[in-house]
């Protein structure tokens, strides 16, 4: 007997899955017709107000002569501009991740004080309960890291006494030991799926209560637990930027390396437009038709991320001895935007967005792509911690998206007729 049965795909479930896709399909003018807002959006892309916030704020346009008109991007973490808390720390040996999630936990800016006892609350709940990582991470390794993630997060309900209390107070401290704990879910669940599923050599690296969430990652992650301090600066800026919001970064990076394939001179620009115009044209790499890493929801002239983020990974792109890699994402910056615009007709305008870059550093400080994504979960939990909290704060009730029917009634037909 197929052991394996219940994971394949049977000519039966084919079967059935075809009839489900039929029965899924609503005529897309219907949604027009009932002013319905596909993906929370309108027709023109403007995000449905659902509720109020004071954690973050997505700049992208400016009034001019009374009208809206697309601006430079800018971000805010509780009114400040990331550029400027960036900016903070480039003279500064102190990481910014912990005082950035201090920010959209608590709402001002921590003394030095105030960000040395929250590393170290951090730091105190950065331990796994009892025979946690042999019992369950170790023994149901997954190739899915965010399964994993996911998985673990569930399992400490078990371990919780207070897994249902929601006052404030309990589930800041939930909040809490999420944020501390997804590193060490993340990269542990690596470490075993390499193991069981590679034969790698497994390295469970304990943590070190003096050391920052980016420096706690790749102490972790390398086998010698060594990194220097601008692979982990430039780590920690790519948490920071990605607290609030943030996408896919895996398939710029798919994208690229099918790239270099394709192009044997990086630096010849006639080849690299002609591949980005296949792209366009579903032509090359996945045929889906679109450039990753180009083009925001709502950011148009200026992803403030992406120019934030480029800084730091020239610098690195030259400690690594990949300028060469770096210029050609650079040309492909400059020249995607000009061919999109070429090809298709631009609203708002299209730049890079901060996935076009963080992809490119991750693989620069030796990440593991099936680490990518809950890297992005290990730096998105503060934003949205942030938010649960606000939301419990203000004791409303669920936000319920609504339906509309459009399907008809019908008479019940015995099953001696059908």
């Not at 609503?26 to 916030?53: C, H, M, Q, S």
């Not at 973050?56 to 008109?69: A, M, Q």
């Not at 394939?261 to 038709?289: P, V």
């Amino acid at each position: 007997m197929n052991t394996n049965y219940f994971c394949e795909i049977t000519p039966e479930i084919a079967q059935l899955a075809e009839l489900s896709r039929q029965a899924a399909t609503i005529n897309p003018a219907l949604f027009a017709e009932y002013d319905v807002k596909r993906g929370l959006r309108d027709l023109n892309g403007k995000g449905v107000l659902v509720g109020l916030t004071e954690i973050s704020d997505v700049c992208s346009t400016k009034i001019v002569d009374g009208e809206l008109v697309p601006a430079p991007g800018e971000l805010y973490y509780r009114g400040y501009n990331v550029k400027d808390i960036i900016s903070g720390l480039s003279d500064s040996a102190h990481f910014g991740f912990e005082e950035s999630t201090y920010l959209l936990l608590f709402g001002k800016l921590p003394t030095q004080k105030e960000l040395t006892d929250f590393c170290a609350q951090l730091a105190k709940y950065r331990s796994l309960p009892t025979s946690f990582v042999r019992d369950f991470i170790m023994k149901a390794p997954s190739q899915d890291m965010m399964n994993t993630l996911a998985r673990s997060v569930l399992t400490l309900y078990s371990y919780d006494n207070r897994a249902d209390d929601i006052s404030i107070p309990n589930v800041l401290r939930q909040c809490l030991t999420l944020i501390s704990l997804f590193p060490l879910f993340s990269v542990y669940g690596y470490q075993a799926y390499r193991h069981y599923h590679d034969g790698a050599s497994l390295f469970i690296h304990s943590p070190e209560p003096n050391l920052s969430t980016a420096e706690t990652i790749l102490h972790t992650l390398r086998p010698d637990s060594k990194y220097t301090p601008l692979e982990a600066k430039l780590l920690d800026i790519s948490l920071i930027l990605h607290m609030e919001h943030g996408g896919a970064n895996i398939k710029v990076v798919k994208m690229f390396e099918d790239m270099k394939k394709q192009i044997q001179d990086w630096k010849d620009e006639d080849a690299i437009s002609a591949y980005l115009t296949a792209l366009l044209h579903k032509e090359a790499f996945d045929q889906a038709g679109l450039i990753y890493g180009m083009g925001h929801a709502v950011y148009s002239l200026s992803d403030p991320r992406a120019e934030l983020f480029r800084t730091f990974v020239e610098r690195l792109s030259k400690e690594k001895g990949r300028e060469e890699e770096f210029t050609l994402y650079s040309t492909v910056e400059r020249l995607a935007p000009q061919i999109i615009a070429k090809e298709r007709k631009i609203y708002k305008g299209v730049s890079p967005n901060v996935d076009f870059f963080s992809g490119f550093a991750y693989s620069m400080l030796n990440l593991p792509l099936e680490l990518y994504t809950p890297i992005f979960a290990i730096a998105r939990i503060s934003g949205w911690s942030a938010h649960r909290l606000e939301e419990l704060s203000y004791n409303g009730k669920i936000m319920r998206p609504a339906y509309k029917n459009v399907q008809a009634h019908k008479s019940y037909i015995p099953m001696i007729q059908r």
